[in-house]
């Protein structure tokens, strides 16, 4: 089985990206590959991107609040494009109830500051390979 590619993302004016890198790190580590687009992205340029990288997940790094107000968007421009990419977030500032919130918006998975690097590579797997599974 391939490795799952992961596009790692930082959306709005979030300029903290010590952890999208530590995420990226952790991840690649794990022997998944890593696309990384950086800081100052918006729901439009991370859809396509996923869409044109053909990854398995997006995970979005969030040190502001941020998130909360363009994941929908994002959710919706991959729904438009016919995509099944699953969306993870990932952060400092993500609490019990913004994750309850999210995922009842459709946001796969959360990881806040207790999160642990086994878990999220863990949990990433583990969406990449129902994502396989479902023929995706």
Not at 14 to 41: T, W
Not at 65 to 80: G, I, P
Request: aromatic share 6%.
């Amino acid at each position: 089985m391939k490795p799952p590619r992961v596009l790692i993302a930082i959306m709005g004016l979030d300029q903290h990206e010590v952890g999208a890198m530590a995420a990226a790190r952790i991840l690649r580590d794990a022997g998944m590959e890593v696309i990384y687009s950086g800081r100052f992205n918006m729901p439009p340029s991370v859809a396509r991107t996923a869409v044109d990288e053909d990854v398995d997940i997006i995970g979005l790094s969030c040190h502001s609040w941020e998130y909360l107000y363009y994941v929908d968007e994002l959710l919706d421009l991959l729904r438009a494009e016919g995509s099944d990419i699953p969306v993870v977030v990932g952060g400092s500032v993500v609490t019990p109830a913004d994750e309850q919130d999210l995922v009842s918006r459709g946001v796969a998975a959360c990881f806040g500051p207790t999160s642990t690097p086994d878990g999220m590579v863990a949990a990433i797997q583990g969406l990449a390979d129902q994502r396989a599974a479902a023929g995706a």
